[in-house]
């Protein structure tokens, strides 16, 4: 634009196309041929200078809606893909999708129970339980049978049943009577006065003793001092 050109003259030269358009419009008539109807330029000042105009903004290409339009579908596809393989597996699991626990089969070892042989056991031998012989009885009132009497003190004075026992007599002035037999007779100390029956053995020994037996044959053997040994 020229500096001397009229502002008011551009814009109604700007205006015109608009007007013939317009009244072509109210008669009904059409565009003449060839005639390409051009949007008027925004008013002078209205872009900044050094910018062209360029028209009516450029609409967007229907290519870009036909890749919207099959990324829905392909989304869609893959929803319905998941949601028919849920209900398969679901379907699948309430009519008798768990697996029941199988029974294992009894094998052949398990058919019949096993019997373990009888163990023939030897008897057990019997033990003789030797017998103990029972001690003699003595006489009445008397020692043990074959046990040993002893008689000691000062003037005491006994009579002992004798059954094969062993008899020892020792002290002072004692006077002492066996009745039965008797295995051995010993007589020490002093002054003692014994009599038996039978006797086997007779060891006289001390100081002034007397032994005097009824019947048989004893063994005598004497020692010490004025001791007698006789029948009677």
Known sequence: MKPDDDPEDRIRQLEQPLADYARASELGGTQPPGYAYTPPPPPYGSYPQGLPYSGAAPRSSSGSRVIWVVAAFVVIGVLVLIGGIFAVATHRFSHGGSVAPTTPSAGPASAAPRTVPSIALPPIPSVAIPTIPSAPTAPSGGPPAGGTITVSGVSESRTIACSDNIVNVSGVSNIVTITGHCASLTVSG???????DAVDTITASGLQN???YHSGSPKITKSGQSN????G
């Open 228 to 231: 007698v040994v006789q029948q």
């Open 210 to 212: 007397q032994v005097t």
């Open 190 to 196: 002093v002054k003692n006065s014994i009599t038996v």
